[in-house]
């Protein structure tokens, strides 16, 4: 007999949406999470008087019209909403050969700056950012749920017929095919691979055309808003508002199979033993850890190792979680960066250097008279598998880690000069710390094509080859991001509602 009609593997943001989804609609949920607080990628972390946030700070989704504003729509289904801080430039690039861009939050101010860096592509500018402005009108004029529900398909194509024939032109479509369409200049070219990547951890030629959509529109729309308190707080008030709606969230508890029965998801079993059972069983594991660790390599769908052959794990980070004196950030310093100096260097590891410091936006998360600066950088686990603990020495990691911290400081100090002088905490973290503590395979960002794919069409929505078993993350359509893993909750809880006839 199954005691839960859904139990969510993960308190991620993808996992908590679909529960809060769920409960919301009456369904008995369990939500199981192996780290000791909810939010994974997501989460938060104390030390000496400083709330760090585990991932970066830059939140799209909490806009108050439309319907892509999909943080402020999870809150309200279950009662709860986040006071946020608007965030008046997404990004401050500072690009090789003195290229500085700051994105404002206004959509003409964006295209002056931009405009004025690339004066002979000013139509070109235009016609591009207008043509993702077209995307992101079409998905903000309808619900957002599951692709996977023919009855909502059909709804959707009835009531927004171009916005859904809109739609379907741009999934197999990738932001490079529109881009170069355009523009010539390569190195405008190379600035809209940098706009990609940055988010998507590929260049414009593999970027998916509708999450450019989102992100370069939204930035103008509902805007960046950053969450008072920190990111933490969005699984906090998931949590409280799951709870109210009757769900229930364990911590510390890790699950380490799925259990089958004639090869349908029927319950899952803890590290300690204990086992529960569902009539929906959701992943919010990485496909990776799901697909060949929870469910065992001898039943991993043939589909399973289709995907694995057309995506692969991005890198990792190296964070460097500083803690600053107020004197180091020059006045008038926006919360986020991007530095690089090398466009060729633009996706090696330790290439592009990623900065947050959220304490511009809220101070409360710092002591007074500090701030947090969150550095962080794409980087390998293969490269610090050799240094591990277990094989050598653990000094000789410690003494990689300072290392590391230190290249990427001298970096920043042409952004921030006085940084190292003005530091007055740093923790340190490697693609292990990311795999130990949210349990990612890797520490992996999150799935990206081997190779060029056609736009989102390869990516699986929430059901799986396994009868019962869905998933719900990064791992699934439309990948990496807040607000994408968002939708997935929504879709998610959508269809298992349907399952459910709830
Ligand atoms: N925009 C930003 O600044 C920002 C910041 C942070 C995160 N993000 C995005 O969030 C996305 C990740 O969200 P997500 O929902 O896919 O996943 P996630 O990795 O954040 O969360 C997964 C959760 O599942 C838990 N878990 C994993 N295996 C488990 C097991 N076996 N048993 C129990 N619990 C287990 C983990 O501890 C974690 O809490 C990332 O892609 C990233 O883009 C964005
Ligand atoms: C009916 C017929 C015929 C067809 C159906 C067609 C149809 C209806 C299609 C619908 C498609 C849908 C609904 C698609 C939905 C897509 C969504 C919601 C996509 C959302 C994407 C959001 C993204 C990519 C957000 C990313 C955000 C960020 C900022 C991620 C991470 C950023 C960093 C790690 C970098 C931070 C940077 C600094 C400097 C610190």
């Known amino acids: 007999m199954s005691e839960f009609d859904a139990i969510i593997i993960g308190s991620g943001i993808g996992g908590l949406v679909t529960a809060t989804q769920l409960a919301a609609k009456g369904a008995k949920v369990l939500v199981l999470e192996r780290y000791l607080i909810p939010g994974g990628s997501a989460g938060y972390f104390e030390r000496q008087g400083y709330r760090f946030d585990v991932g970066a700070s830059m939140i799209f989704g909490f806009g108050q019209q439309g319907t892509t504003n999909l943080l402020t729509r999870a809150l309200a289904a279950v009662g709860e909403n986040i006071e946020t801080i608007p965030d008046n ?6 690009l090789p050969n003195g290229l500085e861009v700051k994105v404002e939050r206004d959509y003409q101010e964006f295209l002056q700056n931009i405009t004025a860096c690339f004066p002979h592509e000013q139509q070109g500018i235009r016609r591009f950012y207008d043509e993702c402005w077209k995307v992101f009108n079409y998905l903000n004029s309808m619900d957002l749920l599951s692709l996977e529900e023919p009855r909502y398909l059909v709804r959707s194509l009835l009531q927004h017929p171009l916005s859904c024939l809109g739609l379907a032109r741009y999934l197999p479509l990738n932001v490079g095919d529109i881009a170069r369409k355009y523009i010539q200049d390569s190195d405008l070219l190379k600035f809209i691979d940098i706009e990609c990547y940055c988010w998507s951890v590929v260049p414009a030629a593999m970027t998916p055309m509708i999450n450019a959509g989102m992100v370069f529109s939204d930035r103008h729309y509902g805007g960046v808003n950053y969450p008072k308190g920190g990111v933490g707080q969005i699984a906090q008030k998931l949590v409280q508002g ?17 259990l089958l029965e004639k090869d349908c998801a029927v319950g899952v079993k803890l590290a300690n033993g204990e086992t529960y059972h569902a009539k929906k069983i959701v992943s919010n594991a990485t496909r990776w850890d799901t697909f060949g660790k929870l469910i065992s390599p001898k039943d991993v769908p043939i589909n399973e190792i289709k995907w694995q052959e057309r995506y692969k794990k991005s890198p990792s980070f190296l964070s460097l979680h500083m803690g600053v004196k107020a004197e180091v950030l ?24 990623f900065v947050s410091i959220p304490t511009l936006l809220d101070p409360d998360l710092a002591p007074a008279g500090h701030h947090i600066i969150h550095a962080f950088t794409p980087n390998w686990l293969a490269d ?10 653990n000094s000789s990691k410690s003494r990689a880690k300072e290392a590391a911290a230190e290249r990427v400081i001298k970096r920043l100090e042409k952004i921030f000069p006085g940084l190292d002088a003005g530091l007055d905490f740093l923790e340190v973290g490697t693609p292990s710390t990311h795999r130990k503590y949210l349990g990612r395979e890797d520490g992996t960002y999150g799935p990206i094509p081997r190779r060029k794919l056609p736009g989102l069409l390869r ?3 929430n059901r799986t080859a396994i009868p019962g078993l869905y998933c719900v993350g990064d791992s699934t359509f439309p990948g990496q991001g807040l607000n994408a893993v968002a939708f997935s909750g929504f879709a998610c809880a959508h269809r298992i509602a349907v399952d459910l006839r709830l």
């Not at 020059?330 to 466009?343: F, Q, R, Y």
């Open 384 to 393: 610090w598998q050799e240094l591990s603990p277990t094989n050598s020495d």
């Open 89 to 94: 430039v997404q990004i401050h690039y500072h």
């Open 330 to 353: 020059p006045i008038g310093t926006e919360c986020h960066h991007i530095l690089l100096e090398d466009w060729e260097k633009m996706m090696d590891g330790e290439g592009t250097i």
């Open 242 to 258: 799951l709870e109210k709606a009757g769900g229930k969230i364990i911590y510390q508890a890790r699950v380490t199979k799925i």
């Open 459 to 461: 990516m699986p929505f």
